[in-house]
T-cell receptor
Framework: GQNIDQPTEMTATEGAIVQINCTYQ??????LFWYQQHAGEAPTFLSY????GLEEKGRFSSFLSRSKGYSYLLLKELQMKDSASYLCAVRGFGYSGAGSYQLTFGKGTKLSVIP | DTGVSQDPRHKITKRGQNVTFRCDPI?????LYWYRQTLGQGPEFLTYFQNEAQLEKSRLLSDRFSAERPKGSFSTLEIQRTEQGDSAMYLC?????????????FGPGTRLTVL
């Protein structure tokens, strides 16, 4: 089975840096995704990691350690519009044992950016 | 590229009624996914198509749920004899087959309320 844990809520100040952690236990691993979701809207893609290390994309970076089952999303120079839920999702293997394209999501971390 | 579209955006129905939702994926995306999301939770995988073939289906998916993608383009998700527990946001996503990341792009969702 799949188990993905991330903090429920976080608060950070505008202009600061925040790190959102995600730990996972899965029967297989075929990539980790981070999505941003504003209230009442669809998730939007932020980043993808399949190999260990850091992926940087503008103000957002994502890190992966497969041996530790751990990832984090780093948001720099926080803006008020970054207030949203951040979803960690793992692509593993289907229950048939074959390669799978389904994503298993964590419950999301609700980030509040305050002035 | 107009993005993934879903129709209707909102649906209110009475318990026991049947409902059908439609999803139009991004043009030329071969893979199409359905997820369900309830308040405070991450999206939960329901089923996945590659072209017109339904390749994966969640074990948690009741037999009241059925999905089709007859021509490999748009898809429909039908829920028969709706129950109050079916109230949720139903999200559709699509992804291309020609990239290594297979990033899923989500539509705006259909919010179902069962009275």
């Amino acid at each position: 089975g799949q188990n993905i844990d991330q903090p429920t809520e976080m608060t950070a100040t505008e202009g600061a840096i925040v790190q959102i952690n995600c730990t996972y236990q899965t029967s297989g691993f075929n990539g980790l995704f981070w999505y941003q979701q504003h209230a009442g809207e669809a998730p939007t893609f932020l980043s993808y990691n399949v190999l260990d290390g850091l992926e940087e994309k503008g103000r957002f970076s994502s890190f992966l350690s497969r041996s530790k089952g751990y990832s984090y999303l780093l948001l720099k120079e926080l803006q008020m519009k970054d207030s949203a839920s951040y979803l960690c999702a793992v692509r593993g293997f289907g229950y048939s044992g074959a390669g799978s394209y389904q994503l298993t999501f964590g419950k999301g971390t609700k980030l509040s950016v305050i002035p | 590229d107009t993005g993934v579209s879903q129709d209707p955006r909102h649906k209110i129905t009475k318990r026991g009624q049947n409902v059908t939702f439609r999803c139009d994926p991004i043009s030329e995306h071969n893979r199409l996914y359905w997820y369900r999301q309830t308040l405070g939770q991450g999206p939960e995988f329901l089923t996945y198509f590659q072209n017109e073939a339904q390749l994966e289906k969640s074990r948690l998916l009741s037999d009241r749920f059925s999905a089709e993608r007859p021509k490999g383009s748009f898809s429909t998700l039908e829920i028969q004899r709706t129950e109050q527990g079916d109230s949720a946001m139903y999200l559709c996503a699509s992804s291309p087959t020609w990239t290594s990341t297979d990033t899923q792009y989500f539509g705006p969702g259909t919010r179902l309320t069962v009275l």
